[in-house]
C-alpha cells in the first residue's frame, strides 16, 4: 500500500541577495533549489514554545 502525498505550493519572495546565497549553493552542491528549501523546513524544530 503507498502513501498519496499532499503537496501545496507556496510562493517565496526572496531579496537579490538571498536569492544570489540559494543559486550559488545549488551550483556547488548540483542540487535543486526546491530541494535544499524543503530540507532546511524540515530542519526546523516541531515543538515551538512561545
Given at each position: 500500500m503507498?502513501?498519496?502525498l499532499t503537496?501545496?505550493?507556496i510562493s517565496l519572495n526572496?531579496?537579490?541577495d538571498e536569492?544570489?546565497?540559494?543559486?550559488?549553493?545549488?551550483?556547488?552542491?548540483?542540487?535543486a533549489k526546491t530541494d535544499v528549501i524543503r530540507d532546511?523546513?524540515?530542519?526546523?524544530?516541531?515543538?515551538q514554545e512561545n
Open positions: 503507498s502513501k498519496k503537496v501545496k505550493q526572496l531579496a537579490l536569492v544570489k546565497r540559494l543559486e550559488m549553493y545549488c551550483n556547488q552542491t548540483g542540487r532546511l523546513i524540515r530542519k526546523l524544530p516541531d515543538d
